[in-house]
């Protein structure tokens, strides 16, 4: 340990009550400043990262539309050739309108998709997230008439005041031409399954049927509106986007996750860089402790200062003492912030300790993702701010005369 380090030390152990006081209120400043930074850079990964899972879980990671016709006639030869790239898990056509819905109390507009069902149990988290029932819609017969069955989402349930088993009716007027006179299709299915995303707006108006029920529901024919992709790796999408557009030879509009939700994780990254800024603001505050710490340690140690200097120590090391005394403060508050974010953390992750209304933040509880480098950030931009702080006092004591310092 250097002299300097040593006398560092000692000076931040020794001191008044008042200034070992201020000392520890500097440092929990400190702390509380780089905890709140660390807790809420988490806060939002975990924020981005439950609703990354949960809206991939529901639209795959690549989505493929038409690009010159509304709908895709040749769909199984394009699952084919979607399935042969590489990187590819799975890939499964889909049909996707609005249309009315209509229980025997209540009613609603509705997205309504229609799916392969095994193929989009490869391809999205559909058979995981089934509540109730079964994930199905084999036909069943009720009061003497063959009904498909229908998978229905969570809160659209509750709106509508039906349980499994029970009938609902399915109203469309696409493919009709308006200026006649002409009447909605009607469908009627029973309710088969039950299915929980986690993520509201697609548990308050998201229905699913087979994809044969929606081509005679949306009269399109043999052909579907739209397929999706799953990859071994959601962050592939990138490299492997530009790969099925070539092979498709660009006739295709080929959508990866973070342009399809791009508005909401480009909303997410922005709030994170500002609150980031915002919360630094307290350490700030912190290093203005510092300052005033450091300062009545200078004003409190001027004698030892003369006596120093007159046994030889050159006013770089005058100053690096009082450095170091900065330093120390922050790096003991960095350490404990870290600390406690990582508590914190680790208790609202366990016991969902702050719950979040679902109609608004998609999740139901805050959930928390610590990343290493955030912490890093933090602290670093702690210590260095704090370094800053401690520049003046330790040039201000490194400046003092010795002469000055014998007549007072």
């Known amino acids: ?16 009550a008042f200034l070992s006081l201020s000392t520890w209120i500097t440092m929990i400043g400190v702390t509380l400043g780089v905890a709140v930074v660390c807790f809420v850079m988490s806060l939002h990964n975990g924020f981005e990262r439950e609703i990354r899972t949960r809206l991939l879980g529901t639209t795959a990671h690549i989505s493929i539309f038409p690009l010159s016709q509304e709908l895709i006639s040749d769909y199984r030869q394009l699952i084919d050739k979607l399935e042969n790239v590489e990187g590819v898990v799975a890939a499964s056509p889909f049909i996707y309108y609005k249309v009315a819905i209509q229980s025997a109390t209540a009613g609603d507009g509705i997205i309504l998709r229609g799916i392969d069902l095994e193929a989009e149990k490869r391809t999205s988290d559909i058979e995981r997230d089934i509540k109730a029932g079964d994930c ?48 909605p299709r009607v469908a009627k299915f029973y309710i088969s399954a039950i299915i929980e995303t986690g993520m509201y707006e697609f548990d308050a108006q998201m229905a699913y049927i087979s994809i044969e029920e929606a081509q005679k529901l949306f009269k399109t024919g043999d052909a579907v509106t739209a397929a999706h992709v799953k990859l071994t790796d959601i962050y592939d999408a990138e490299y492997v986007a530009p790969v099925i557009d070539s092979i498709l030879e660009y006739q295709y509009d080929v959508v990866p996750w973070y342009i399809l939700h791009k508005n ?65 403060i922050a790096v003991v508050g960095v350490v404990a912030g870290w600390f406690l974010a990582l508590t914190v953390a680790w208790l609202q992750n366990t016991y969902e300790l702050i719950s979040l209304p679902p109609d608004i933040y998609f999740i139901s509880y805050l959930p928390i ?40």
């Not at 200078?298 to 050159?314: A, F, R, V, Y």
């Open 136 to 183: 199905t819609f084999e036909p069943e017969i009720i009061q003497d008439d063959t009904i498909p069955g229908l998978i229905i989402g969570s809160h659209l349930a509750e709106r509508l005041g039906v349980f499994l088993g029970e009938p609902v009716l399915l109203y469309s007027i696409r493919g009709e031409d308006l200026q006649k006179r002409t009447r």
């Open 369 to 408: 993702d610590t990343h290493w480098f955030d912490f890093l950030l933090a602290g670093a931009v702690a210590v260095f701010i704090c370094f800053l702080a401690a520049l003046y006092p330790a040039t201000r004591a490194a400046k003092l005369s010795v002469i000055d310092i014998v007549r007072q």
């Open 1 to 16: 340990m250097s002299l300097e380090r040593f006398i560092a030390g000692r000076y931040l152990k020794s001191g008044h």
């Open 264 to 328: 909401l994780f480009s909303w997410i990254a922005i709030e994170k860089k500002i609150l980031f800024l915002g919360f630094i603001l307290i350490v700030v505050v912190a290093a203005f402790s510092i300052i005033s710490t450091l300062v009545m340690l200078t004003m409190e140690k001027k004698s030892d200062i003369g006596i120093l200097k007159t046994i030889g120590l050159t006013p770089a090391k005058i100053r690096k003492i009082f450095i170091y005394n900065g330093l120390t």
